[in-house]
């Protein structure tokens, strides 16, 4: 079992940034696909990007490219999103996932454990 706990949400005003972290626990994830997540109020969740177990590959959402930067750091089981000149709409729920299989998937069905998200609201 791993266990996810983000952190770093807030709010801040349009064009601001913010770094989110996610810690795990439970056991290593240097061999896990990391993935983060959003929902906005009344919306589906929707990919943000993802990262290899490696961290030599990463993928983004087209709505984010440019914006963010995930990283991670397997010797301290954390992975982060670093957002920057965020919008109003990029307000939401922000999830950070654990993938097992090595599919480098962005789906969110792919992923096995989840976090319990961390709230970032963004105001014009």
């Known amino acids: 079992q791993v266990q996810l706990v983000e952190s770093g949400g807030g709010q801040v005003q349009a064009g601001g940034s913010l770094r989110l972290s996610c810690a795990a626990s439970?056991?290593?994830?240097?061999?896990?696909?990391m993935g983060w997540f959003r929902q906005a109020p009344g919306k589906e969740r929707d990919f943000v990007a993802r990262?290899?177990?490696?961290?030599?590959?990463?993928s983004y959402a087209d709505a984010m490219k440019g914006r963010v930067i995930i990283s991670r750091d397997n010797a301290k089981n954390t992975v982060y999103l670093q957002m920057i000149s965020l919008r109003p709409e990029d307000t939401a729920v922000y999830y950070c996932?654990?993938?097992?299989?090595?599919?480098?998937?962005?789906?969110?069905?792919?992923?096995?454990?989840w976090g319990q998200g961390t709230r970032v609201t963004v105001s014009s």
């Open positions: 990262i290899s177990p490696t961290g030599l590959s990463t």
């Open positions: 439970g056991r290593t994830i240097s061999t896990y696909t």
């Open positions: 996932a654990a993938e097992s299989g090595l599919t480098l998937s962005t789906s969110g069905s792919e992923y096995d454990y």
